[in-house]
T-cell receptor, first 112, second 108 residues
Framework: KAGVTQTPRYLIKTRGQQVTLSCSPI?????VSWYQQTPGQGLQFLFE???????NKGNFPGRFSGRQFSNSRSEMNVSTLELGDSALYLC???????????FGSGTRLTVV | KNEVEQSPQNLTAQEGEFITINCSYS?????LHWLQQHPGGGIVSLFM???GKKKHGRLIATINIQEKHSSLHITASHPRDSAVYIC??????????FGTGTSLTVIP
């Protein structure tokens, strides 16, 4: 069965631009969560969606937003990109919240 | 202040050795997760625990809820076990906190 698919795998953007990342969960999984990983801060939780509703949000500015569609696919958007947004963005899906997560391979975003 | 503390930060072992990685947390949790990250970034969820002990192959994870402590053990370590091991806790509201990871290198 297909795993969690994140697109694109790599992305280079300029400061001030915005970016949209996509995550397709495992078929049947309804919970999708997003994480940012940087060398300085490690892994940090961004937000979690379940049945198109945001259930929880980490400590990130409002420039970071997301949504989930009726087919459980999720997107996250970062507006007005800053150099510090350069990171590996990971998403994970699970059947239900806190049920056991499968991670995607991530999108590596570089802001120049 | 880190809600999740891992030790050691770095660990080098000879092939075949028994390895223990420790994780302590300071918040009330609904579950604790052990993750494995190989170079290149891919993360694999190894265990999700809310009590007791779980075993999968050569990997064993234990948790003591009263002491707010978990351990990940690797028996008969192998070079392919070389990776970063990350402890994460999920709170009642599905908020996650992560440890800084333990970088394990197993030498043949």
């Amino acid at each position: 069965k297909a795993g969690v698919t994140q697109t694109p795998r790599y992305l280079i953007k300029t400061r001030g631009q915005q970016v949209t990342l996509s995550c397709s969960p495992i078929s049947g999984h309804r919970s999708v969560s997003w994480y940012q990983q940087t060398p300085g801060q490690g892994l940090q939780f961004l937000f979690e969606y379940f049945s198109e509703t945001q259930r929880n949000k980490g400590n990130f500015p409002g420039r970071f937003s997301g949504r989930q569609f009726s087919n459980s696919r999720s997107e996250m958007n970062v507006s007005t990109l800053e150099l510090g947004d350069s990171a590996l963005y990971l998403c994970a899906s699970s059947l239900l919240p806190n049920y056991g997560y499968t991670f995607g391979s991530g999108t590596r975003l570089t802001v120049v | 202040k880190n809600e999740v503390e891992q030790s050691p930060q770095n660990l080098t072992a000879q092939e075949g050795e028994f390895i223990t990685i420790n994780c302590s947390y300071s918040v009330g949790i609904s579950a604790l997760h052990w993750l494995q990250q190989h170079p290149g970034g891919g993360i694999v969820s190894l265990f999700m625990l809310s009590s007791g002990k779980k075993k999968h192959g050569r990997l064993i994870a234990t948790i003591n809820i009263q002491e707010k402590h978990s351990s990940l053990h690797i028996t008969a370590s192998h070079p392919r076990d070389s990776a970063v091991y990350i402890c994460a806790v999920s709170l009642m509201g599905n908020q996650f906190y992560f440890g800084t990871g333990t970088s394990l290198t197993v030498i043949p």
